[in-house]
Nanobody, 127 residues
Framework: QVQLVESGGGLVQAGDSLRLSCAAS????????MGWFRQAPGKERRIVAA????????YYTHSVEGRFTMSRDNAKNTVYLQMNSLKPEDTAVYYC????????????????????WGQGTQVTVFS
């Protein structure tokens, strides 16, 4: 079992920054990949970023490349999502998720690839 708790969401103006955190507990955190997803009202949940077990490999969806940075601190069992130059279209509930079953070195990006999820944190960006 893995428990995930997100924090750091809020209401910000376009152009501002936020840093989301996700604290993990349970199974050995450093053994699995992690992802950040987001879901806007009326839309499907989609990948934002993913990171492998040691932080050496990352993936970003095209719309956030160059603005968002995902990182992890295995000593603190925590992943982060630094979000800069926020836009109104970044408004969504952001979820962190753990991929504990992957047998490949390639980062996975599908919702169904991740087996543990946090409760989500709201990010609202106004213009």
């Amino acid at each position: 079992q893995v428990q995930l708790v997100e924090s750091g969401g809020g209401l910000v103006q376009a152009g501002d920054s936020l840093r989301l955190s996700c604290a993990a507990s349970g199974r050995t955190f450093s053994r699995y990949a992690m992802g950040w997803f987001r879901q806007a009202p009326g839309k499907e949940r989609r990948i934002v970023a993913a990171i492998n077990w040691n932080g050496g490999s990352t993936y970003y969806t095209h719309s956030v490349e160059g603005r968002f940075t995902m990182s992890r601190d295995n000593a603190k069992n925590t992943v982060y999502l630094q979000m800069n130059s926020l836009k109104p279209e970044d408004t969504a509930v952001y979820y962190c998720a753990a991929d504990t079953t992957s047998v490949t070195l390639r980062l996975r990006v599908g919702v169904d690839d991740y087996d543990y999820w946090g409760q989500g944190t709201q990010v609202t960006v106004f213009s």
